[in-house]
């Protein structure tokens, strides 16, 4: 028990509320309150659940939601039409497609579709080059949220050694181009990656986002460093029950980590208030806004 919780729904409860603080200054200055429209096709389960929770933030945050539920049989035109209105609709500051989507949608379509100025996830391409090149734009919520609670514990990150592990488009290489951005020294690692418990062990900061429950074990941590889990696996739990673990074997891990985040209550928080976060934002800046300080 050597390591120091990372509470990210403490943290994430905080900038929820610099956000609402936040919203009526904006509302008075453009006459309407800044918009986040989700769209779910289909009935996932799991998304349905993240999309409930978004849904009941943005009410909390002050912000207007525009919820679209399609059929799970919604064609890749249909969707993009969709898109297209949202787009138009001045209401909206943010679109959010909800994935994974139906294997008849083409997600690089629909995400090439939104506009860049309302791609509050951070997935367009516009927006991954803007954050590669260093410009302001979207950065996606998730790896937003990581750093955040890095930056919380840590202080400056400059000349840290940082490996993340995954490449996803979503998670893996933004969080490395925000890393190296912040003066770290980053290696991404991933499932081709010759002797990856070696590479982790260099690590002050470790970023675990493959999506395989518990895999990275305690020999791979040096002693002290800081661990970010961003996994959220659903195991069975005996019983015929389940439980959520992350891609860290937190029980073990927490014996040599000097500071760890938990799953759930960790990293998972950190990207519904983060999307809050980036919602305002596109908002100011839609209305030609400065952005609250301090987010
Ligand atoms: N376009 C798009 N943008 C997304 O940001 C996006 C998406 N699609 N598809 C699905 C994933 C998943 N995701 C999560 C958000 C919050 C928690 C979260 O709040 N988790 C809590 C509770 C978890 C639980 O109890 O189920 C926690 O970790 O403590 C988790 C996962 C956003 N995603």
Redesign the pocket.
């Known amino acids: 028990m050597g390591a120091a919780l990372i509470d990210?729904?403490a943290f994430a409860a905080g900038l929820r509320g610099r956000v609402a603080d936040a919203v009526p200054a904006f509302a008075a200055a453009a006459g309407r309150a800044p918009g986040l429209a989700v769209v779910l096709v289909g009935e996932d389960p799991?998304?349905a659940?993240?999309v409930r929770?978004?849904g009941r933030a943005v009410e909390e945050a002050g912000m207007a939601g525009f919820e679209h539920r399609l059929p799970a049989d919604t064609t890749q035109a249909d969707l993009l039409a969709l898109v297209a209105t949202l787009n138009a609709d001045p209401a909206v500051d943010g679109i959010?497609?909800?994935?994974?989507l139906p294997p008849q949608i083409a997600e690089d379509a629909v995400i090439a579709a939104i506009d860049p100025d309302k791609d509050v996830?951070g997935?367009h391409v516009v927006n991954a080059g803007r954050l590669a090149t260093g410009q302001a734009g979207f950065v996606?919520?998730?790896p937003l949220g990581c750093l955040m609670l890095l930056q919380d514990r840590l202080g400056s990150l400059k000349g840290l050694e940082a490996v993340v592990i995954g490449r996803s488009n979503?998670v893996g290489k933004p969080m490395a181009a925000m890393l190296t951005q912040a003066d770290c020294t980053v290696t991404i690692a991933h499932s081709r990656t010759r002797d990856l418990p070696g590479i982790v062990r260099r690590a002050d900061i470790v970023v675990a986002a493959v999506g395989r429950a518990e895999m990275v074990r305690a020999e791979w941590i040096k002693p002290g460093a800081t661990v970010i889990d961003v996994g959220?696996n659903?195991i069975d739990a005996g019983a015929g029950k389940t439980k959520?673990v992350g891609d860290v074997a937190y029980s073990e891990v927490v014996d040599v980590a000097g500071a760890i985040t938990?799953?759930?209550?960790?990293?998972?928080?950190m990207?519904?208030a983060c999307?809050l976060r980036n919602t305002l934002v596109a908002a100011c800046r839609r209305a030609g806004l400065a952005a609250p300080e301090g987010l």
């Not at 938990?262 to 928080?269: D, E, F, K, L, Q």
């Open positions: 990210g729904k799991a998304s659940v993240y929770s978004k959010l497609v909800q994935l994974p996830d997935f996606p919520c998730t979503i959220i659903r959520l938990p799953v759930p209550g960790g990293v998972g928080p990207t519904i999307l």
